[in-house]
């Protein structure tokens, strides 16, 4: 199964300096978000395809259209935080804080459940088993923040496909993101700045080679003109390349690929027969 997923955030929302946890500065910039979600969403009609979108609590709070628009095209909607903080910056109590505001919000605008998250930056790492406990106590039960041959809190290697975390008698069903080790050098190379920079047959012939692959985006993978906003030259370049061509690459993989939503997946997957690790 090959999954499709965006991170809905707008251009600004980076780890890049001056922007990382800056809110006051996010509310004086011009915002891309509107167009860069249309954009997103013409292609996966032209297409029938549905995605997951793990969206901010910050851009449903200031563009509440832009997640209703998304949920009433049919797509899932997830979480991604309310300020798009790396989970090791916050202790416990502000984790679940944030990630509470990000579901009210959000369920407040859709009328449905929200049951799925992402961390910002895939940031949930080896010792912050206190996040997938706060995400369990608050409803939510559908992770992918993970990664793939990493290591979290004592299992070692994680799989490359979907597993299931047992926490206090609990279960996270996590669909983890992809690694791939390309000469020592670990790469992400179906998604995000990667995805620009590959070639889209060597993406084919990956999705077409693999029993899962997680693929995601952000909305300004795709805009050709926001890369000028940034007033770094290195962050100009770092976000201009590959935008030219990535929304016909992805208009092309998503008629070839068969993408799903994370939703969907779900749906699909016989979960006792996925491994299940006691944390």
């Not at 167009?35 to 395809?49: G, H, Q, Y």
């Not at 069903?173 to 179906?190: A, C, G, H, T």
């Not at 693999?210 to 795709?222: A, E, I, L, S, W």
Request: hydrophobic share 35%.
């Amino acid at each position: 199964m090959n999954i499709l997923t965006f991170d809905i955030e707008d251009w600004f929302h980076t780890f890049d300096k001056p922007y990382y946890n800056s809110p006051s500065l996010w509310n004086t910039l011009p915002s891309a978000i509107e167009s860069d979600v249309s954009r997103i969403c013409d292609i996966l009609d032209e297409t029938n395809t549905k995605a997951t979108f793990f969206t901010l609590g910050w851009i449903a709070k200031h563009h509440p259209a832009i997640v209703k628009k998304i949920s009433e095209k049919g797509h899932q909607i997830g979480l991604h935080s309310y300020l798009h903080q790396q989970v090791g910056h916050l202790n416990e109590k502000e984790f679940s804080s944030d990630l509470k505001k990000n579901i009210e919000v959000i369920e407040e605008i859709i009328g449905q459940k929200v049951k799925s998250f992402r961390a910002p930056g895939f940031s949930l790492k080896e010792t912050e088993q206190w996040a997938l406990e706060s995400m369990l106590e608050l409803g939510v039960n559908i992770d992918s923040s993970l990664i793939s041959n990493e290591t979290f809190n004592g299992i070692g290697s994680l799989p490359a496909s979907p597993f299931r975390l047992s926490i206090n008698g609990k279960e996270m069903y996590e669909f983890p993101q992809i690694k791939v080790d390309i000469f020592s050098f670990m790469f992400f190379y179906l998604s995000s700045g990667y995805f620009r920079l590959t070639p889209k047959n060597i993406i084919k012939r990956a999705l077409e080679n693999k029993d899962y692959t997680m693929n995601y985006f952000h909305p300004r993978d795709f805009n050709t003109q926001t890369h000028k906003l940034f007033s770094s030259p290195l962050l100009k370049l770092k976000y201009r390349i590959g935008t030219k061509s990535a929304a016909r690459k992805l208009k092309q993989l998503c008629k070839q690929a068969d993408y799903i939503s994370i939703d969907q997946a779900n749906e699909l997957i016989n979960w006792n027969d996925t491994p299940l690790f006691e944390l």
